[in-house]
């Protein structure tokens, strides 16, 4: 009994502690001007799209939205496009330099990214793709990748070779047997840290506001506006930052615990 | 020949600019040295140094033993735990921009926290916390803006380690009639020690990065090592102190990696002595 009631107390204390913040943004971003101004008023009389709509219209939201989701798509594919196969050879193959490989890809996560920010500019300019997405995508898959060689080898060690060589038995190649058995019996995993990269790109902020003026992602672009701009602007920008990621961690719930644990490592 | 893109694109987009970062941060109008002595000089940088420190090291304390405490619950497996645990993980989705605007959205003069607490009559005007007059109050909104958004990164890597220990040792406890904090103390605790250890050693990393919670809230009120990074960069225009704020953050990190890895090191071989 006295147990029960403790989980029951405690339950309620991590609820609010950490649901609190996040409800409080989301209410302001609807609550109306003249209500957040107005210091006797803690809830709102009614609540209006108003400062979403203005942020993501009016003030071209949408755009900076895109760009983010832009980068994102386009670290996702590279860092998959290069990463998986690396990912696949390093659980099926046994060569020489192995373990230094992935000794020294996961040394890379124990850099602090920010480094590399300022003369990637440089190098940008010489290329002629300065302030453009693809250069903000290039720079994220540069911490997208290593992620994504790790966790694509610990899912496919978790499928067993010996599926793929019946495949093989039965006339598959080995890329055959890899597109038509392995890929689809490790796809939910695969997804699940396809949306992690997501959230690992959609929240970066110091990279991309550096290495973009115009074609700002979203919290690029909050960081640099947010603080001259009116306060309910801000909550709408907190709230539009939010909701996405927190939709899409909680279809990938299950698999919280083994992908914090490699995206660390 | 299938790692080879891998490879090359690490050292392409990881390796190179590094080298240029190093380049960048050690050429001078005034020698090899220049901008570090620069940054010496400045009163800027100690104090940057200073509150990266002073942050790191009341947050990352305050984490692990509320992440531990948080852990243990968890892991209690009563009815309803998962979704606890999903509630527990939100901050992790969450970028620091937008944790840094929840926490302005609750503390603004017009604020949640000053209407509520006009309302109930203890205050008779907003109370103030963010401005250059407040860099105190500002200084302690950040840490427990930190602890709120990253309490469940730590949370996350104690729970894996709690869940690894093997319930028979519990169980032979409860012969001996240990009581539950002796179990803690003399089982749980040792045996989390690996998982506490990468959660320090990632958490302390983590930190001395810390950028956007403090940008936003304090700007510049509040001095921080990324943020002068960042400040050098683009307001100043001067790539060459900017790397070498970069650069005292790499070698900082690279120091705390390695103290922590002797540790454990050392830990293992006494284990190994034995």
């Known amino acids: 009994m006295i147990k029960k009631v403790f989980i029951v107390f405690v339950s309620i204390l991590v609820i609010v502690w950490f649901l609190t913040p996040v409800v409080l943004i989301v209410l302001a971003s609807l609550t109306p001007s003249e209500d957040y101004y107005n210091q006797n008023r803690i809830l709102p009389r009614k609540l209006t799209l108003d400062h979403l709509y203005k942020l993501f219209v009016v003030l071209n939201g949408w755009r900076a939205t895109l760009n983010s989701l832009q980068v994102a798509g386009m670290a996702i594919g590279l860092s998959f496009l290069t990463g998986l196969p690396a990912g696949y050879v390093l659980t099926r193959y046994v060569f020489p330099g192995k373990n230094a490989i992935r000794l020294s890809i996961l040394l890379t996560r124990s850099f602090p990214t920010l480094i590399i920010a300022v003369p990637l500019i440089m190098i940008y300019l010489k290329l002629g793709i300065s302030d453009t997405l693809f250069s903000v995508a290039l720079a994220h898959t540069s911490f997208i990748l290593p992620f994504v060689v790790l966790i694509t080898t610990s899912i496919l060690s978790g499928i067993s070779v010996e599926y793929e060589e019946a495949g093989m038995i039965f006339g598959l190649s080995r890329f055959g047997a890899f597109m038509r058995i392995t890929l689809p019996l490790a796809l939910p995993g695969l997804a699940a840290s396809a949306i992690f990269a997501f959230i690992m790109s959609w929240n970066e902020v110091f990279i991309s506001s550096i290495l973009t003026f115009v074609n700002r992602t979203l919290p690029a672009q909050i960081l640099n506006t947010a603080m001259t701009s009116p306060d309910y602007f801000k909550f709408a920008a907190g709230t539009i930052m939010a909701i996405p990621a927190m939709t899409f961690i909680f279809f990938t719930r299950k698999y919280l615990m083994s992908m914090w644990g490699i995206s660390l490592k | 020949m299938i ?37 010496m000089d400045t009163g800027d940088f100690w104090k940057a140094l200073k509150n990266t420190i002073l942050i790191t090291g009341i947050i990352v304390p305050l984490q692990l033993v509320l992440a531990i405490a948080l852990a243990l619950f968890v892991n209690m497996r ?143 009120d509040i001095l921080i090592l990324a943020g002068e990074a960042y400040y050098w960069h683009n307001n100043v225009n001067d790539p060459h102190m900017s790397s070498a704020y970069a650069i005292v953050i790499a070698s900082v990190s690279l120091a705390i990696s390695w103290f922590y890895i002797s540790i454990l090191r050392s830990k293992e071989l006494e284990g190994g002595q034995k």
Not at chain 2, 140 to 148: A, G, N
Request: aromatic share 16%; net charge positive; charged share 10%.
């Open chain 2, 3 to 39: 790692l080879l893109p891998t490879i090359v694109y690490l050292i392409a987009f990881l390796g190179y600019p590094l080298i240029q970062t190093f380049i960048l941060a050690f050429t001078s109008e005034s020698g090899t040295f220049g901008n570090f002595q620069r940054l």
């Open chain 2, 78 to 220: 009563f009815k309803g735990y998962s979704l606890i645990l999903y509630i527990i993980s939100i901050p992790l989705a969450l970028s620091d921009v937008s944790a840094a605007l929840m926490s302005y959205n609750i503390f603004a003069p017009t604020g949640y926290l000053n209407k509520i607490l006009l309302k109930l009559g203890v205050l008779d005007r907003p109370l103030y916390f963010f401005g250059y007059m407040f860099q105190n109050r500002e200084f302690w909104v950040i840490v427990l803006t930190e602890v709120w958004r990253a309490t469940p990164l730590v949370f996350v890597i104690i729970l894996a380690g709690l869940q690894s220990i093997n319930k028979e040792y519990l169980e032979a406890a409860d012969v001996f009639g240990f009581s539950n904090w002796q179990k803690l103390r003399k089982i749980i605790l040792p045996l989390l020690k690996p998982s506490i250890m990468s959660a320090l050693l990632i958490r302390t990393l983590f930190a001395f990065q810390i950028f956007g919670v403090v940008w936003l809230l304090a700007g510049r």
